[in-house]
């Protein structure tokens, strides 16, 4: 996707978050189901130490340390609206700034990881209220790539998974997108939406229930149930 589009995108879920913020109330204490043992104040405050964290990066333009937050998360993060959706769109791409993405590494990157972090966020904050988002299927496929082109080859080299053992296809049925999890000939297909294959890839939905498999379902199990993501 293009980067307005994606900065539209952002800007339509940091609103939608920020108007559950100021409604909360006592809404605030309820359990996040994406985020076990977040409550909705809890994953208010990891979005104030991201979106403080990333406007830092972009006037160094070197990594920099995460903040903490502070006593007042849900003021916090309210308050600091505008001035990250500034700093978003204020970014020139090509300009080289530190992330943790592959080179070359420039400022554009953070359009793309900050859209798809709130994407994702904002499911997990809806879902508190028992509702979800939903989502462009363009930009849902670009968050499946973002996964497998980028998440995934950084979850193996952390060490944080093991590497897809058995190629796998992912397949959507309403972008005409496919990607290939591991090497080799796949030896199963994964077919859904995008969306559906967005939320599940992030473990938002269980995709061995509601995707079609075909193939060897066992491998792509396997495959479904690795750490891809953070």
Same mark, same amino acid.
């Given at each position: ?13 940091? =609103?939608? +978050? ?14 996040? *189901?994406?985020?076990?043992? $977040? ?10 130490? +991201? ?10 333009? #070197?990594?920099? *340390?995460?903040?903490?937050?502070? *006593? ?18 204020? =970014? ?10 592959? *080179? ?5 990157? $953070? +359009?793309?990881?900050?859209?798809? #972090? ?7 904050? #809806? ?19 973002? @996964? ?10 952390? #060490? ?9 296809? @992912?397949?959507? /049925?309403?972008?005409?997108?496919? $990607? ?8 199963? /297909? =994964? ?21 079609? =498999? ?17």
């Amino acid at each position: 996707m293009d980067n307005d589009a994606l900065l539209r995108q952002l800007q339509d879920d940091v =609103i939608a +978050i920020q108007g559950t913020a100021l409604a909360g109330g006592t809404d605030l204490d309820r359990p996040v *189901p994406g985020c076990p043992g $977040w409550t909705v104040t809890d994953l208010l405050a990891h979005l104030w130490v +991201i979106e403080s964290w990333t406007r830092s990066i972009l006037r160094a333009r #070197e990594v920099q *340390p995460m903040p903490e937050p502070g *006593p007042s998360p849900v003021a916090d993060y309210v308050d600091g609206v505008p001035d990250y959706l500034t700093a978003m769109r204020a =970014i020139t791409p090509d300009e080289p700034c530190w992330n943790f993405g592959p *080179p070359p590494r420039a400022a554009g990157w $953070w +359009i793309r990881r900050q859209a798809h #972090e709130h994407a994702i966020h904002r499911v997990d904050l #809806e879902s508190a209220f028992g509702t979800t988002p939903a989502f462009d299927p363009a930009f849902a496929a670009d968050g499946v790539d973002e @996964i497998v082109s980028m998440f995934y080859p950084r979850q193996v080299r952390m #060490e944080r998974t093991a590497p897809v053992s058995e190629a796998v296809r @992912i397949v959507t /049925t309403d972008t005409g997108h496919s $990607w290939t999890l591991g090497t080799g000939e796949p030896v199963a /297909t =994964i077919t859904a939406d995008a969306a559906t294959l967005y939320l599940g890839l992030w473990k938002r939905l269980d995709l061995s229930a509601t995707a079609h =498999i075909d193939g060897d379902a066992p491998a792509a199990r396997r495959t479904l149930g690795l750490a891809l993501t953070p």
